[in-house]
């Protein structure tokens, strides 16, 4: 089949669509679907889209905004990925192949970036943590306490004395808690990642209210109830700390 477009020939680009046949595996594979199944198949499609945009622009400003939104996007669903393991939806050695592949795609568009000034053009970057993790955000506590919060409120499902849209609500709430920390530190100007943290903090906000909602007449002991209560307090103040550093950045 003839290449039509500059973009096609991309590594990354293929990287790209690479991912987008492992995310269908993974959805089709899952028990169930939760919140985090519609951002995988969002993120996934917006990797592509934002790349192939980035490889037909001109502008060097224009060019990092859409390699920007493509390395959120990336970040977004390897943390889809956390959240299905965390839920244990997923396990662990299921979910990596995906997380590397997505690792490489970030490395690449990091490296895309440094180049911007140029015409897109593909390089590696040396993308490992300093906990020898493979994203940046997996190292931060108030990522992993996010997922945390996640597993606490899979634990507590069947406890929750309240609708099914309210559980629903509560699902979509703390999944958009990781998943906007992911993007929001894949984000190249602070202003942009600031935006991202600020949404994952209104997320914190609305699943503490949502959480007192559902365990309001739990006959479950008040410790486990306590146990989301106090993960929510702690992201929120981290999350606080966490926008006004990134809105300092240049």
Same mark, same amino acid.
């Given at each position: 089949?003839?290449?039509?477009?500059?973009?096609?020939?991309?590594?990354?680009?293929?990287?790209?669509?690479?991912?987008?046949?492992?995310?269908?595996? =993974?959805?089709?594979?899952?028990?169930?679907?939760?919140?985090?199944?519609?951002? @995988? +198949?969002?993120?996934?499609?917006?990797?592509?889209?934002?790349? !192939?945009?980035?490889? $037909?622009?001109?502008?060097?400003?224009?060019?990092? /905004?859409?390699? *920007?939104?493509?390395? *959120?996007?990336?970040?977004?669903?390897?943390?889809?990925?956390?959240?299905?393991?965390?839920?244990?939806?997923?396990?662990?050695?299921?979910?990596?192949?995906?997380?590397?592949?997505?690792?490489?795609?970030?490395?690449? %568009?990091?490296?895309?970036?440094?180049?911007?000034?140029?015409?897109?053009?593909?390089?590696?970057? &040396?993308?490992? &943590?300093?906990?020898?993790? @493979?994203?940046?955000?997996?190292?931060?506590?108030?990522?992993?306490?996010?997922?945390?919060?996640?597993?606490? =409120?899979?634990?507590?499902?069947?406890?929750? $004395?309240? $609708?099914? +849209? %309210?559980?629903?609500?509560?699902?979509?709430?703390?999944? $958009?808690?990781?998943?906007?920390?992911?993007?929001? &530190?894949?984000?190249?100007?602070?202003?942009?990642? !600031?935006?991202?943290?600020?949404?994952?903090?209104?997320?914190?906000?609305?699943?503490?209210?949502?959480?007192?909602?559902?365990?309001?007449? &739990?006959?479950?002991?008040?410790?486990?109830?306590?146990?989301?209560?106090? %993960?929510?307090?702690?992201?929120? /103040?981290?999350?606080?700390?966490?926008?006004?550093?990134?809105?300092?950045?240049?």
């Amino acid at each position: 089949m003839a290449q039509l477009f500059g973009h096609e020939k991309l590594q990354v680009y293929q990287k790209g669509m690479a991912f987008a046949e492992i995310r269908k595996g =993974v959805l089709q594979g899952l028990p169930r679907r939760v919140a985090a199944c519609e951002h @995988l +198949d969002r993120g996934a499609e917006s990797i592509v889209v934002n790349i !192939a945009h980035a490889s $037909s622009l001109w502008s060097p400003k224009e060019r990092m /905004a859409y390699l *920007g939104h493509a390395n *959120g996007s990336a970040l977004e669903c390897a943390a889809c990925l956390d959240v299905f393991v965390a839920k244990e939806l997923l396990a662990v050695d299921a979910a990596y192949p995906g997380k590397s592949l997505l690792a490489e795609i970030v490395s690449m %568009l990091i490296s895309m970036r440094k180049t911007t000034a140029d015409r897109v053009c593909e390089g590696h970057a &040396t993308y490992r &943590t300093k906990k020898g993790r @493979l994203f940046s955000h997996e190292d931060l506590e108030v990522y992993q306490a996010s997922l945390q919060l996640s597993a606490w =409120v899979e634990s507590m499902a069947a406890e929750f $004395s309240c $609708s099914a +849209d %309210l559980s629903s609500k509560l699902d979509k709430s703390t999944t $958009s808690i990781p998943l906007n920390i992911a993007e929001g &530190t894949g984000r190249f100007t602070g202003n942009d990642k !600031a935006k991202f943290f600020e949404i994952a903090y209104k997320a914190t906000v609305q699943s503490a209210a949502l959480v007192d909602l559902a365990t309001a007449s &739990t006959s479950s002991a008040p410790s486990r109830a306590e146990e989301g209560r106090k %993960l929510l307090r702690q992201i929120a /103040a981290m999350l606080t700390s966490l926008s006004k550093v990134a809105s300092r950045e240049t």
